[in-house]
Antibody
Framework: QAQLVESGGGLVKPGGSLRLSCAAS????????MSWIRQAPGKGLEWISY????????KYADSVKGRFTISRDSAKNSLFLQMNFLRDEDTAVYYCASIGISGITEFDQWGQGTLVTVSS | QSALTQPASVSGSPGQSITISCSGTSSDVGTYKSVSWYQHHPGKAPKLLLYDVSSRPSGVSDRFSGSKSGNTASLTISGLQPEDEADYYC??????????FGGGTKLTVL
């Protein structure tokens, strides 16, 4: 059974950095596009980034472009999100999700999320 | 690109059917068949209900169905059950060829 487990969240000051990890198991991780999606308190879901199965292609939402970097290590079945120059508005629960074969809007497996709080 | 428009809340009684709309534009929902729907119980992992407008992943109840007309997609839940009470989100490919979520709809089962 597919499982995604995020880690690395916590409290960080504005301007600071944080690296999130997502450990994948139960499916052929190296064959899947992967994505990060977040939910700010009281708000809806927001897609922020995805990466191709081989890491050769990445894309970012305008809200995080130039500050966040998505990467993966298929040997370790892991997905990462390096977050720099964090802002108050980056406070959210961050989910990793696998992308199904029908395309980049099919998030077929999700983790439980990790909370990132940006505050002074 | 702006978030897709969903009603903030809908409600229904057990056994009834409800429909949640997801309104976009000719640059997103109106153009692509890549519309998906998610169920989210707060504190838990979101769950994929439908993809490609109306396709159900294995294991998703056939009480969940989807359709699209013009720039609006819809999720219908038939035979409402108490456990259906959750937040529901639509997602479409957007004008920048990136995923775009709706604002979410809170379903209350009366």
């Amino acid at each position: 059974q597919a499982q995604l487990v995020e880690s690395g969240g916590g409290l960080v000051k504005p301007g600071g950095s944080l690296r999130l990890s997502c450990a994948a198991s139960g499916f052929a991780f190296s064959q899947y596009f992967m994505s990060w999606i977040r939910q700010a308190p009281g708000k809806g879901l927001e897609w922020i980034s995805y990466i191709s199965h081989d890491g050769g292609h990445t894309k970012y939402a305008d809200s995080v472009k130039g500050r966040f970097t998505i990467s993966r290590d298929s040997a370790k079945n892991s997905l990462f999100l390096q977050m720099n120059f964090l802002r108050d508005e980056d406070t959210a629960v961050y989910y990793c999700a696998s992308i199904g074969i029908s395309g980049i809007t099919e998030f077929d497996q999700w983790g439980q999320g990790t909370l990132v709080t940006v505050s002074s | 690109q702006s978030a897709l428009t969903q009603p903030a809340s809908v409600s229904g009684s057990p056994g009834q059917s409800i429909t949640i709309s997801c309104s976009g534009t000719s640059s997103d929902v109106g153009t692509y068949k890549s519309v998906s729907w998610y169920q989210h119980h707060p504190g838990k992992a979101p769950k994929l209900l439908l993809y490609d407008v109306s396709s159900r992943p294995s294991g998703v109840s056939d009480r969940f169905s989807g359709s699209k007309s013009g720039n609006t997609a819809s999720l219908t839940i038939s035979g409402l059950q108490p456990e259906d009470e959750a937040d529901y989100y639509c997602c479409s490919l957007g004008s920048t060829n990136s995923p775009l979520f709706g604002g979410g709809t809170k379903l209350t089962v009366l």
